[in-house]
């Protein structure tokens, strides 16, 4: 098979050049007209600088933000601290103040003679000095030391309010043998008590009715008055004052008395009333027959007898110093008839071991000097 002419291979085609492209034509730009009678290069310029003075929106969001937060901790926290509120500048909790020493007497004066107080550390921060009232007096160059004391057991018992012979308790007790070379006595006299301001003030004492010369203290029936009791859901005063004594010791010895005066705590008492067959009372005939054989002078009447006055007891009982006394009026019948004087008020207690005297203007009680017979 006769084969064709062999075909010559295709010369590659040359890559046609390309038309390089036309320019574009720039367009001049737009001048923008101005307002009437402005310049256009005027009108350009203020719409550059009013581009300059646009923000971001997110920059203006966060700004806002920031200055709300500002005014809050301004209102809430800032203004309540210069205000003085609830947020009030305090010192910090935790920090503890440390004590510090207490203020002491730098140094104690023994006559004229002084010597080195004492001195605490500040573990003792609450430590107070409180001088004492205790007063001490030597009288010396005596010729009778018992007698000078009886005469001073006499003038203290003679004060208003008076003090009274009491033992070791501060109880009522005797006075003692002042002609012995060596003794002791003791008197005391309470310091009054101020009452509580919200304490509501004591019910005056009732006297007994007029037939209780019936349970006079012969027929055995107890006499001494009894407190009404406190009226439901009333309490005690929280804060009970402490009761004190003004509290007189008086030492002799031959040609010397020391006398030691100071306030303690404590409260003069009478002693219970005795009871049983040895105990013996004072009715009211009794306690006017005792008044009408005393002096005058040793009531604070005038006169050598009482055969001058009319004494009067009253009907009951009233307590003094816790002890139940008859009541006695004295009348001078040295007068008009008819027309007799009021010359004082007594009361006996109804064991007749104490005498009292009332003050007709003030009321007062002032015990007297008295030696039961």
Same mark, same amino acid.
């Given at each position: 098979?006769?084969?064709?002419?062999?075909?010559?291979?295709?010369?590659?085609?040359?890559?046609?050049?390309?038309?390089?492209?036309?320019?574009?034509?720039?367009?001049?730009?737009?001048?923008?007209?101005?307002k009437?009678?402005?310049?256009?290069?005027?009108?350009e310029?203020?719409?550059?600088?009013?581009?300059?003075?646009?923000?971001?929106?997110?920059?203006?969001?966060?700004?806002?933000?920031?200055?709300?937060?500002?005014?809050?901790?301004?209102?809430?926290?800032?203004?309540?601290?210069?205000?003085?509120?609830e947020?009030?500048?305090?010192?910090?909790?935790?920090?503890?103040?440390?004590?510090?020493?207490?203020? &002491?007497?730098?140094?104690?004066?023994?006559?004229?003679?002084?010597?080195?107080?004492?001195?605490?550390?500040?573990?003792?921060?609450?430590?107070?000095?409180?001088?004492?009232?205790?007063?001490?007096?030597?009288?010396? @160059? &005596?010729? @009778?030391?018992?007698?000078?004391?009886?005469?001073?057991?006499?003038?203290?018992?003679?004060?208003?309010?008076?003090?009274?012979?009491?033992?070791?308790?501060f109880?009522?007790?005797?006075?003692?043998?002042?002609?012995?070379?060596?003794?002791?006595?003791?008197?005391?006299?309470?310091?009054?008590?101020?009452?509580?301001?919200?304490?509501?003030?004591?019910?005056?004492? $009732?006297?007994?009715?007029?037939?209780?010369?019936?349970?006079?203290?012969?027929?055995?029936?107890?006499?001494?008055e009894?407190?009404?009791?406190?009226?439901?859901?009333?309490?005690?005063?929280?804060?009970?004052?402490?009761?004190?004594v003004?509290?007189?010791?008086?030492?002799?010895?031959?040609?010397i008395?020391?006398?030691?005066a @100071?306030e303690?705590?404590?409260?003069?008492?009478?002693?219970?009333?005795?009871?049983?067959? $040895? $105990?013996?009372?004072?009715?009211?005939?009794?306690?006017?027959?005792?008044?009408?054989?005393?002096?005058?002078?040793? &009531?604070?009447?005038?006169?050598?007898?009482?055969?001058e006055?009319?004494?009067?007891?009253?009907?009951?009982?009233?307590?003094?110093?816790?002890?139940?006394?008859?009541?006695?009026?004295?009348?001078?019948?040295?007068?008009?008839?008819?027309?007799?004087?009021?010359?004082?008020?007594?009361?006996?207690?109804?064991?007749?071991?104490?005498?009292?005297?009332?003050?007709?203007?003030?009321?007062?009680?002032?015990?007297?000097?008295?030696?039961?017979?």
């Amino acid at each position: 098979m006769a084969l064709g002419k062999a075909k010559e291979p295709k010369q590659p085609k040359a890559p046609k050049e390309k038309k390089p492209k036309k320019p574009k034509k720039e367009k001049p730009p737009k001048v923008k007209k101005g307002k009437k009678g402005q310049p256009a290069s005027e009108a350009e310029g203020q719409e550059q600088e009013q581009g300059k003075k646009k923000l971001p929106l997110p920059f203006l969001l966060i700004s806002i933000a920031v200055i709300i937060a500002a005014a809050a901790i301004v209102i809430f926290v800032v203004l309540p601290k210069l205000q003085g509120g609830e947020g009030d500048m305090a010192p910090d909790a935790s920090e503890s103040v440390e004590p510090l020493p207490p203020e &002491l007497p730098e140094t104690i004066m023994i006559g004229e003679t002084s010597i080195a107080g004492m001195t605490l550390e500040a573990d003792e921060s609450g430590a107070l000095a409180e001088k004492s009232k205790l007063v001490i007096y030597r009288y010396t @160059n &005596l010729v @009778n030391a018992g007698k000078a004391a009886e005469t001073y057991v006499g003038q203290l018992a003679a004060e208003s309010p008076a003090f009274s012979v009491v033992d070791e308790e501060f109880v009522r007790t005797d006075r003692p043998d002042f002609t012995a070379q060596e003794g002791m006595v003791l008197m005391a006299r309470n310091v009054p008590m101020e009452a509580p301001a919200a304490a509501s003030a004591a019910p005056e004492e $009732s006297s007994q009715p007029e037939d209780a010369e019936s349970a006079d203290p012969e027929a055995g029936g107890d006499t001494r008055e009894t407190a009404s009791p406190a009226p439901e859901g009333s309490e005690a005063p929280a804060d009970q004052p402490t009761p004190m004594v003004l509290s007189v010791r008086i030492e002799w010895a031959p040609g010397i008395c020391v006398v030691t005066a @100071n306030e303690e705590e404590g409260q003069v008492t009478s002693p219970p009333p005795s009871v049983g067959p $040895s $105990s013996h009372t004072v009715t009211q005939r009794g306690a006017k027959q005792i008044l009408q054989e005393m002096e005058p002078a040793r &009531l604070g009447l005038v006169g050598a007898s009482m055969d001058e006055y009319e004494v009067m007891p009253v009907d009951g009982t009233e307590l003094v110093d816790d002890r139940p006394c008859i009541r006695l009026y004295v009348y001078s019948d040295n007068n008009q008839p008819n027309s007799n004087e009021f010359m004082g008020s007594y009361l006996m207690s109804v064991d007749g071991e104490h005498l009292y005297k009332v003050d007709p203007v003030t009321d007062e009680i002032k015990e007297l000097d008295y030696t039961p017979q």
